[in-house]
């Protein structure tokens, strides 16, 4: 579990995150939905250590993460952000054995290489595996970075729009990847949304943000409702239930 | 061709120049005498060549840029103020007197500690980047230029023919207790470097991405940065400036190893660098016959690469 409690990041004046509480339970699907600066990618990037916090402490499995050893963290805990621009020229195969360094320090062994194809027929990326990142599609592109993730092997892996620029079938694509570790090897994901049918189709648990505080959590049938929507984003929201799901019309 | 073999290719032509420049016009009276003057001077070329090969690929994988060298911290301009400042206030013969170990151990010290200065001052707070240094650096530079073009045209000329004799990197009048001196310094650096070379192919995936890996980014950037600005300030300080010649040869091993492993991207650095200066020794020595310092030549081709390199990318 990643117990997160009263977290305060601010900016100059602006609080970014004000006196944020949560607790992320382990082996579901939590997603962060909510308007553009509302807090949830800032909360993500603390969280995973990428930022300092200005209040508040953060704990994964009762330790907090401030004590924990860097290379022990990356054992634990893997965050994939939204910009991956890398410079650098990598094939698919050479990235995913990136997500091994916090176990080999750059020298693979047997085991390691056993991770990276696991990861590689997790995305289904065999056949594309000796290509140059540059040459794939956007679809592609991302798979290959969830395979460096889940050759990382944590147990909590933080997501921050990983369908961010990606068609219907990628992004379907990369949400049933996710579902599966989370079903099959009983990972913890977190992911910031914005598609929130999307959040609503795969999500176990919703957290809803709004100018930096946590306006409402819960299971899918307590979040994508009308009142708690509307509240959330300004705009007005028809929730339906279509096919055993809740989908949102808000166009 | 491998990369492992591309890396013997570049070997033999290094270890032929080598041979050409030791043996060349030997004969049996003066062999003697020619190899005393030579062979610490290959000692130096492949001091410079290796500090600056390895600072430069550090430098531009903390960057995350390829057309950056580690003259942007204003190390060289510093070297020149440090010089100019000497001569200015005490005049061109104390500087003689003083003896080049003296100037050695000054100037080192005064570069070093400036980058110690400066980094310390810029990790205090979270927020601020790499970039800012890069930033603060290159204004110090300037500033630290200006000063010194400020004392040079004060003073009277023959004294800076004595400085102008020093903006300009040459092997050809350097003295050999300082080489060994220049030579442990920069072991030393480069051995607390070494355990973490395969760190630096994490940090050029970025920071975030490196932090997620496991490694300790401020730490790991802070340490390189101390070792970087120690090797600059020691080959500066012994041969004169000569960073440039860094994004020659960085790029150069980028392209023809194209490999983003550091460990075979340094020593194919080191090695182009070390051809490089030993060939353009050879040019100034046999062709020129003394009278162009090599680092005009380095800077001639080094620049006609960079111009070439802009132009590719801006193709992009």
């Known amino acids: 579990m990643i117990e997160i409690k009263s977290v305060v990041k601010q900016y100059g004046r602006k609080r970014v995150l004000d006196n944020v509480s ?10 962060f939905i909510g308007p553009n600066g509302a807090g949830k990618s800032t909360l993500l990037s603390i969280i995973s250590r990428l930022i300092g916090k200005d209040g508040g402490e953060v704990y994964l499995e009762g330790q907090l993460v401030d004590r924990i050893d860097y290379n022990d963290f990356a054992r ?64 592609q592109r991302q798979r290959a970075f969830i395979a460096m993730v889940i050759a990382q092997d944590t147990d909590y892996i933080l997501l921050d729009e990983p369908l961010n620029n990606l068609d219907v079938k990628h992004s379907v694509e990369i949400m049933k990847i996710l579902r599966r570790l989370v079903r099959e090897l009983g990972k913890t994901v977190v992911i910031v949304m914005h598609d929130i049918n999307f959040a609503s189709c795969y999500s176990d648990h919703i957290v809803a943000f709004n100018k930096g505080q946590i306006v409402k959590e819960g299971e899918v049938e307590e979040i994508i409702r009308k009142e708690v929507l509307e509240d959330v984003y300004d705009t007005n929201f028809v929730v339906q239930d279509i096919m055993n799901r809740r989908i949102c019309f808000y166009y | 061709m491998k990369t492992k073999q591309k890396i013997y290719v570049l070997s033999i032509i290094l270890l032929i120049l080598l041979f050409l420049y030791l043996a060349l016009g030997l004969n049996p009276v003066i062999w003697r005498y020619a190899l005393s003057l030579r062979i610490p001077k290959t000692i130096a070329l492949l001091l410079v060549a290796a500090s600056i090969a390895f600072s430069s690929a550090v430098f531009q994988t903390l960057t995350n840029n390829r057309i950056l060298t580690p003259s942007v911290l204003g190390l060289d301009s510093l070297y020149m103020l440090i010089q100019s400042f000497i001569v200015f ?54 500033f630290f230029q200006s000063l010194s073009t400020f004392m040079q045209v004060l003073i009277d000329p023959n004294e800076f023919l004595v400085i102008q004799n020093r903006m300009f990197a040459s092997f050809n ?43 300790n980014y401020d730490y790991m950037v802070k340490k390189f940065l101390i070792i970087i600005s120690i090797l600059i300030s020691v080959s500066t300080a012994l041969v004169g400036p000569i960073t440039f010649l860094g ?35 050879l040019m100034a020595e046999r062709i020129m016959n003394f009278s162009t310092p090599i680092s005009i030549i380095i800077n001639f081709i080094g620049g006609l690469y960079f111009i070439y390199l802009l132009l590719k990318e801006s193709k992009i």
């Open chain 2, 173 to 215: 009048n350097m003295n050999t207790d300082i080489l060994w001196l220049a030579l442990l310094i920069s072991f030393l650096a480069v051995l607390f470097a070494l355990k973490d070379l395969r760190t630096l192919d994490v940090l050029s995936l970025g920071r975030e991405n490196a932090i997620n890996l496991g490694v």
């Open chain 2, 89 to 142: 206030v005490f005049g061109s013969g104390t500087l003689a007197r003083l003896g080049e170990n003296f100037n050695f151990i000054v100037s080192v010290a005064f570069m070093v500690g400036f980058s110690l200065l400066l980094f310390r001052f810029l990790f205090k707070r979270e927020e601020r980047n790499i970039f800012f240094l890069l930033l603060v650096g290159l204004v110090m530079g300037t």
């Open chain 1, 76 to 139: 634990r805990l893997s965050i994939l952000r939204q910009t991956n621009h890398i410079n650098v020229r990598l094939t698919v195969r050479e990235l995913v054995s990136f997500g091994r360094f916090p176990y080999s320090e750059g020298k693979l062994k047997a085991e390691d290489l056993e991770h990276i194809e696991k990861a590689l027929e997790y995305t289904q990326l065999q056949d594309e595996q000796h290509k140059y990142l540059d040459e794939l599609s956007g679809g």
């Open chain 1, 22 to 31: 949560l607790n992320i339970e382990k082996g579901k699907i939590t997603s």
């Open chain 2, 247 to 281: 994004l020659l040869v960085v790029n150069l091993a980028r392209e023809i190893l194209k490999t983003y492993k550091h460990n075979y991207l340094i020593t194919g650095a080191i090695l182009i660098g070390s051809i490089a200066l030993t060939f353009g020794q």
